[in-house]
């Protein structure tokens, strides 16, 4: 059964810092790009950041030079790096095996001073 947890999530002023992580369990992600998603309160769910099986990062316009992605795939996780926070960042965070159905159930970011 494949199984996806995000942590890493939480309350944060503006000009902070956090570093989100997904572990994934029941499937190997090397063959798959992997991304992380974020859907905020009555807005419909964006890509943030996506990196591919040869480790090609790519951002989303409003995060590029902010936020940082990265995966291990011997551990099976993947991380998002998320510096100089906005209160536009607040949203639910998820991760997500693309060219699958597999999400995991997110992660709330919330910037806020």
């Known amino acids: 059964q494949v199984q996806i947890a995000e942590s890493g999530g939480g309350l944060v002023q503006p000009g902070g810092s956090l570093t989100l992580k997904c572990v994934v369990s029941?499937?190997?992600?090397?063959?798959?790009?992997m991304a992380w998603y974020r859907q905020a309160t009555g807005k419909q769910r964006e890509v943030v950041a996506s990196?591919?099986?040869?480790?090609?990062?790519k951002y989303a316009d409003s995060v590029e030079g902010r936020f940082t992605i990265s995966r291990d795939n011997g551990w099976l996780t993947v991380s998002l790096q998320m510096n100089d926070l906005t209160p536009e960042d607040t949203a639910a965070y998820y991760c997500?095996?693309?060219?699958?159905?597999?999400w995991g159930r997110g992660t709330q970011v919330t910037v806020s001073s």
């Open positions: 997500h095996v693309e060219s699958t159905d597999y």
């Open positions: 990196i591919s099986t040869s480790w090609i990062p």
């Open positions: 029941g499937l190997s992600i090397s063959p798959y790009n």
